[in-house]
């Protein structure tokens, strides 16, 4: 069979055909703006669906149905958008739209995350695995989880909200405003923000050098590393350590088979997945008693979206 | 149909029959020791299933199964014993033994927490809920989690040790050696702590009396504070917070219907269960979005070790 995905950002609406194996038959984007009107991206999908599907000249009984991620909050059992981040999308019921446009397939929806760690369970580096907790280290800090074979969503798919869990009493404020969460210790804005506190202290370190003439980018802070700098190092270091007690904490309830890193960070594989996989070695409840959890980077990578919105349909479609 | 529930303990194995109500119509205990070796446990436990089966007068064909519950890691799937506290049973193959003793009947064994929280979920505080988390709040904090109807164990049902998140970093020591983990600050143990802190620092305080009149006893805490003593009070209004903390991350993952909590604690209602809701409602990620959790006591108060092993059958057995 194939699956239509479809990978909905606030600057793209991207679709693709996917194979049983994950492979990506067929692409189309269109372009899309932060402000456009709700029901004027609703059409937008339901246009792309059928044209991606008309000129891959599949038959329309070979495919098992359109899978949908979002970057927000999404009621998956009903089929309902409560809101997006940079999408005009709030408390839309995209399924039942997208059927009244005419999509007659089965249509699934849910969190972009959650299509994330689909998509690397089934044809991704957790390829086969039943029990994968990925992380999405990015501007915030995202979380998807399969349980047994299952999208773990909560009720209303209101949960698997792990970049808000408490791990530092009165700690570091979070993008949600309270204090102390995963998200403000352990995405890219705040390894950003424990690098530039650290240039403070040690203005004469290389990753200081390479942030005035490169900007606060990330990578400065990998390259400095990668030369030597101490600096750098240490707040790798500490960045590990913060991104290794959330990951300790999701190990200790899910106990997966495959705890797996996305987001550009995780491509700085050799300084930052090993010292990762020490940490969650050392630090999981039980580790004499059970297997080693493997901590590994995503696989799938720019079509990963696409991937996991079929991986979707895959799931769910029965 | 009728379902065998047995509640493993360092010093007694509890047995009942109880009904699809999740009512105790039988039930029969024998005393054991922490010394007693495993191979004469599991034969105490196969004459008490087939005494309590035989006294009862129940035929054969009414008993669904038997479930049990034991107060340590059990690898559900494999039937097998990994370790208990204060029982001597170290990687036991349970199952199997049982049934070389004669037991014939379909045989589910499992964490005490997690049978807890089934007998919460199918006849307990939040009956006919799928998605329920509990803590028991005693010597450890232990958790049991239920997900879309189905008991979360993880990877070798090595999961669901809620009590081991981080949630300070550097913070106060666990049992298990590491620090700042949930246990640390929302066990009963980590309670009385926390109030021998505060009588330091209040010697005058009416609590500190009862403490000299009784011994370190959880409930002089709660007579303080119900006698108007400021100190008791906030003392319980800061521990309050620490079993928040976690719950709400709990929350957060899971977005249960229904946050229990278990263990003597749960007894002081007024004092405790109400000021937990308000901190629970007011710090869950998409509060505003998302139905109320309830927040309730664990009802299944003396046989809710014998009906929670009983309700292990009712969700495994086919």
Redesign the interface.
């Known amino acids: 069979m194939y699956y239509v995905g479809i990978d909905v950002g606030g600057m793209s609406l991207k679709a693709g055909i996917v194979d049983d194996e994950g492979k990506v038959l067929f692409k189309k984007a269109v372009k899309t703006t932060p402000g456009r009107a709700g029901e004027l991206i609703v059409g937008d999908l339901a246009q792309l669906i059928k044209d991606i599907i008309s000129e891959s000249k599949i038959s329309e009984k070979e495919i098992a149905g359109v899978g949908m991620g979002f970057p927000g909050?999404v009621w998956d059992e009903k089929g309902v958008v409560?809101?997006c981040c940079n999408i005009n999308l709030v408390d839309i019921p995209m399924v039942k739209m997208l059927k009244e446009k005419g999509i007659n397939y089965p249509i699934f929806i849910s969190n972009d995350a959650n299509c994330a760690v689909l998509g690397e369970a089934y044809v991704g580096a957790a390829k086969g695995a039943?029990?994968v907790v990925l992380i999405t280290i990015g501007t915030g800090l995202g979380?998807g989880?399969f349980?047994?074979g299952?999208l773990?969503?909560?009720?209303?798919?209101?949960?698997?909200?792990?970049g808000?869990?408490?791990?530092?009493?009165g700690?570091a404020k979070c993008g949600?405003d309270?204090k102390g969460h995963y998200e403000a210790y352990a995405s890219a804005t705040a390894l950003l923000r424990q690098a530039k506190e650290a240039c403070e202290k040690h203005p004469d370190s290389l990753m200081n050098d390479l942030f005035k003439k490169h900007g606060y980018e990330g990578y400065c802070i990998f390259n400095a590393a990668e030369q030597g700098d101490e600096t750098a190092k240490k707040v790798i270091a500490k960045f590990v350590k913060y991104v290794g007690?959330?990951a300790?904490?999701l190990?200790?309830?899910?106990?997966?088979?495959y705890f797996l890193i996305g987001g550009g960070i995780a491509n700085n594989g050799p300084l930052f997945i090993p010292q990762l996989q020490r940490y969650i070695s050392r630090?999981v409840?039980?580790n004499k008693?059970?297997?080693k959890i493997k901590v590994q980077a995503a696989k799938l990578l720019n079509d990963a979206g696409i991937i996991g919105a079929a991986c979707l349909v895959m799931n769910r479609a029965k």
Request: hydrophobic share 30%.
């Open positions: 909050s409560r809101y039943k029990n979380t989880i349980v047994d299952v773990l969503t909560g009720n209303r798919s209101a949960g698997a909200e792990g808000h869990m408490q791990i530092n009493i700690g949600c309270k007690m959330g300790v904490s190990c200790n309830l899910f106990y997966p088979e630090n409840y039980g008693y059970n297997p």
